[in-house]
């Protein structure tokens, strides 16, 4: 027999998972525009308005590659245009994310070495230089690392690797995932000379999924002409070569640009340091809610603590996916789940992009009602605690 559905709930659902990610009515309204001829003036206007905007995001002065794609497939990117079979590289698995990349890495029959981590702390820089200043032949070609661990809520220093590799006197590459910190966590490619950054537009940028992007430094582009790993759609030349006169080599996401252009426009409304202290600030609300709530979160080390995500571990003998069906079927809430090894034990609060003290304070209503309506133990007054870290901060 077929299932009756279930009855509609009022009111305006919230996705709160970390990404995708709310996109504003302007962004939307901007995509909703007629074909655009991308081989047309009008295309190269446009990729000459938000290419030095999208520039200024990643922090560099260098090329920044957009693909029809997502961050997934930018991970890809960077590893198929530097390295050849055989290759080592170095990954730091600090969660989900991490270890995805790193299995990429693998499929492609790259040597991948790997740093463990409990999944609750940040790469830690003194591992990375330790692993390098033993590697005196030099065979790690990359060393990858993600910024912001969404699946753990937990950031790394990236300026800090930086200097690992350096005090190593290691010439590998820096990959870096900042598919959920660029245009919300403080980002810097060129001055942490990183050599591909990574990212994708349903974050931070504020728009659909859709968008791939490596910011690429000169030392990787230089790699790129002697690497050896098969490549083609996420090969950087001539997507490079087109972008010199604003154009792509195939038929890019048209509708997507004209939201990105706009997105970033409305960054630089803002303003990028302005971006960074209101996430930094939603997201020690949030904790002060889960604190009150007796709840513990999932990232163990203070200083690494996620302006973008929170992740909370589940009390014994409750699981996110009845938790999350709880604040979905109830509330209309989206949370995200535990990932890879964290099934079943944490769930996470995205509190990043287009996104104020109203939304945060509904986000964490929603949690707190649906431990009550689940039955998970905890005390009241996260949201009150969450008040008052919002009115201390104002
Ligand atoms: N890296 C991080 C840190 C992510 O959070 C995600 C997705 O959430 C990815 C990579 C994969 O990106 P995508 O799902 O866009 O392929």
Redesign the pocket.
């Known amino acids: 027999m077929a299932q009756s559905p279930a009855p509609r709930l009022p009111g305006r659902h919230l996705v709160q998972v970390p990404?995708p990610t709310n996109v504003p009515e302007r962004v939307l309204r901007a995509m909703a525009a007629p074909t655009l001829d991308h081989r047309g003036p009008e295309f190269a206007t446009l990729f000459q308005e938000f290419m030095p905007l999208l520039q200024r995001v990643f922090s560099t002065s260098g090329p920044v590659v957009i693909f029809p794609g997502?961050?997934?497939g930018g991970w890809e990117a960077a590893l198929v245009n530097t390295l050849s079979p055989g290759d080592a590289v170095l990954t730091v698995e600090t969660g989900h994310?991490a270890s995805l990349w790193a299995k990429v890495a693998a499929q492609f029959g790259l040597d991948v070495q790997t740093i463990a981590t409990d999944w609750r702390s940040p790469v830690n820089p003194a591992l990375v230089r330790e692993r390098l200043s033993a590697d005196a032949a030099h065979a790690i070609k990359a060393v990858l690392v993600?910024h912001?661990?969404?699946s753990t809520g937990v950031t790394s220093d990236i300026a800090a690797v930086r200097e690992a590799i350096d005090a190593a006197g290691h010439p590998a590459l820096l990959f870096v995932?900042a598919?959920?910190s660029l245009a919300s966590i403080d980002y810097r490619h060129d001055e942490w000379r990183v050599d591909v950054t990574v990212a994708?537009s349903?974050k931070g940028l504020m728009l659909p999924?859709g968008l791939g992007f490596n910011a690429v430094s000169e030392k990787a582009l230089a790699a790129s002409t002697g690497a050896s790993l098969p490549r083609a759609f996420w090969e950087w030349k001539p997507v490079l070569d087109q972008n010199a006169s604003g154009f792509f080599p195939y038929t890019p996401a048209t509708n997507l640009l004209l939201g990105l252009r706009e997105a970033l426009g409305m960054l630089m409304e803002e303003g990028l340091e302005q971006i960074f202290s209101r996430h930094l600030r939603h997201s020690r609300a949030a904790r002060a809610a889960v604190e009150a709530w007796g709840l513990e979160l999932l990232c163990t080390a203070k200083e690494a603590y996620s302006p973008t995500v929170t992740a909370v571990l589940l009390p014994e003998g409750h699981t996110d996916a009845e938790f999350r069906k709880v604040a979905h079927d109830h509330f209309g809430l989206a949370l995200g789940a535990g990932m890879g090894q964290l099934a079943g034990k944490v769930f996470r609060i995205g509190h990043l992009g287009d996104f104020d003290d109203l939304s945060l304070i509904a986000a964490l209503a929603g949690v707190e009602l649906s431990l009550e309506r689940g039955g998970l133990p905890h005390h009241h007054g996260g949201v009150a605690a969450a008040l008052d870290e919002l009115r201390a901060s104002a």
């Open positions: 990404g997502s961050g997934t994310f993600t912001n661990e969404t995932d598919v959920s994708g349903q999924p």
